[in-house]
């Protein structure tokens, strides 16, 4: 059975960082590309960075680049995300997902093409 868990949110300071983990498990690692999504109240979800697993090309929303890093240990069947800089309007429940379209669809990160979903974590950054 596909599973993937998050771990790493939390409550954090403007200007702060937090890293968070997702780990893999059930599926090929490799034959996948990873994305990070979050989704705020009242607002729609956000692809915010994915990464292909085989290649380690990566995309990043305008929103986030140069803040945050997607990083992936295929040893370890695990992707980072690694959130620097982070402000008020970074606070979502954060949830990484799997997409097996190949090759990997990473502009954007089409959240249509994720067939596998964790359960999400909550981060939050105060002002």
């Known amino acids: 059975e596909a599973q993937l868990v998050e771990s790493g949110g939390g409550l954090v300071q403007a200007g702060g960082s937090l890293r968070l983990s997702c780990a893999a498990s059930?599926?090929?690692?490799?034959?996948?590309?990873i994305g990070w999504f979050r989704q705020a109240p009242g607002k729609e979800r956000e692809g915010v960075s994915c990464?292909?697993?085989?290649?380690?090309?990566?995309y990043y929303a305008d929103s986030v680049k140069g803040r945050f890093t997607i990083s992936s240990d295929n040893a370890k069947n695990t992707v980072y995300l690694q959130m620097n800089s982070l402000r008020p309007e970074d606070t979502a429940v954060y949830y990484c997902?799997?997409?097996?379209?190949?090759?990997?669809?990473?502009?954007?990160?089409?959240?249509?093409?994720?067939?596998?979903w964790g359960q999400g974590t909550q981060v939050t950054v105060s002002s």
């Open positions: 997902a799997a997409d097996p379209s190949s090759p990997p669809v990473l502009s954007e990160c089409p959240a249509d093409l994720y067939d596998y």
């Open positions: 059930g599926f090929t690692f490799d034959d996948y590309a």
């Open positions: 990464i292909s697993s085989s290649d380690g090309n990566t």
